[in-house]
């Protein structure tokens, strides 16, 4: 397990838990924390100081991963969708196939196939030769889905 900013990892009251990651920890040690307390099975005091940390750093990347990780662990296919989206938002040409990989099967979570074939074939444009890609490309082709009109 991962040790990241022990005396931020002790504080126990919520309170004084956001108001440390907000005042003194930067998003990327934020973002180890949190996966340490997943690492601990915390998942609804990780839920919440990854909601606190993004509403504080919205366009920080690191807090956008560790969000849309955490909601999926939890399975809060909305949150983790639009995580994914703003991540991919800010990232734009840059963002990687696993990105795009994660918010295809976050999407498809969601019984939103139309909308999960936009956002493959958006990927796909900027990562033809993804393996993960293609696969869900495919998939998504094998049941007959069109894409939806609108990704965003």
Not at 8 to 14: E, G, I, P, R, V
């Amino acid at each position: 397990m991962l040790h990241a900013a022990p005396a931020f990892l002790a504080k126990t009251a919520y309170s004084a838990l956001l108001t440390s990651a907000t005042q003194e920890l930067s998003p990327t040690k934020i973002r180890q924390s949190i996966a340490d307390l997943v690492g601990q099975d915390r998942l609804a005091e990780a839920d919440l100081l990854s909601h606190e940390a993004l509403q504080r750093f919205p366009q920080s990347e690191d807090i956008l991963v560790i969000r849309a990780l955490v909601t999926q662990v939890r399975q809060d296919w909305p949150s983790a969708s639009a995580s994914l989206e703003k991540l991919i938002t800010l990232q734009g040409h840059t963002a990687q196939a696993v990105t795009w990989g994660q918010w295809v099967r976050v999407l498809r979570c969601q019984c939103d196939d139309a909308r999960a074939m936009s956002v493959v074939t958006q990927g796909l444009a900027n990562h033809p030769q993804d393996p993960l890609l293609l696969a869900e490309f495919n998939a998504l082709q094998q049941l007959g889905v069109k894409p939806a009109l609108k990704v965003a």
